[in-house]
Structures are given as structure tokens and as C-alpha cells.
């Protein structure tokens, strides 16, 4: 077995893939073992660029799968710290930006002040009696 490397595949079906991967040369006939393999879409928005991850296989629960090399066009080995950090942050679901895999913004506790509706009227209530 060779050494891990975090690398991108662009698969002949088009697909591509980020993984953590090692490849076996396996007596001549070398494969590809995939670790918990994602598909990372960026997309334009009035934000900014955001980032959606996924996994690559929706439905299977494992977390390792294998590819012959006839299967895919180009590989690279990737050593962006974002990217990466974003992937390990996503496989340990901890919250990226508090962007859900939806894309959409959940309510955190940093997001300033959380009250009551009622805190809420009260306190608009005393600002404007304190304006008069």
C-alpha cells in the first residue's frame, strides 16, 4: 500500500471527486482505495463563491470505496489547507460558516442578540419612551 494524499479524480463519467486515497499496486493491476470520497461544487452567488459538499455515493453507508485506473481521466494531488479543512470539518460535521448542505444560513449564537419577542418589545418599547 502507498502513502495517503488528498487528491481530486476527474472519473470518464465525468464526476469529480475529492478523497483522501491511497493506491494499492496490487501485483501489476494498480487500484485506487477512496476515503470517504466527496463531490465539491462551487457555485456563484451575491455572496461571494460558496461551496457545496457532498458525498460522492448518497445511499451506502461505508466509508472506503475502489476504482480500477481505467475509470479515471486525471488525478491530482491537492494541497490547498482550505480545501482541505473544509473537508475534514465536513466529515466531522462540524458546522462550515454555519452554511447548511442545503446552502442555507442556519441560526447560530454568534449571530448576535437571540430574545424573547417579548425581551424584544419590551426593550424597542423603552427605546422609544426614552426618546420623547
Request: include cysteine.
Amino acid at each position: 500500500m502507498g502513502e495517503e494524499f488528498y487528491c481530486s479524480l476527474k472519473l470518464i463519467s465525468g464526476e469529480e471527486i475529492f478523497s483522501l486515497i491511497c493506491i494499492d499496486e496490487n501485483d501489476g493491476d494498480p487500484i485506487i482505495i477512496l476515503q470517504n470520497p466527496v463531490v465539491m461544487k462551487f457555485q456563484q452567488s451575491s455572496n461571494g463563491t460558496i461551496m457545496k459538499i457532498k458525498p460522492w455515493m448518497e445511499i451506502p453507508d461505508d466509508d472506503f470505496y475502489i476504482i480500477k485506473f481505467d475509470k479515471i481521466i486525471t488525478m491530482t494531488e491537492i494541497n490547498n489547507k482550505i480545501t482541505i479543512e473544509l473537508y475534514k470539518k465536513y466529515l466531522s460535521n462540524e458546522p462550515i460558516d454555519s452554511i447548511g448542505d442545503s446552502g442555507e444560513v442556519k441560526i447560530t449564537n454568534k449571530m448576535g442578540y437571540i430574545s424573547s419577542v417579548e425581551d424584544a418589545r419590551n426593550n424597542l418599547e423603552k427605546i422609544f419612551k426614552d426618546l420623547k
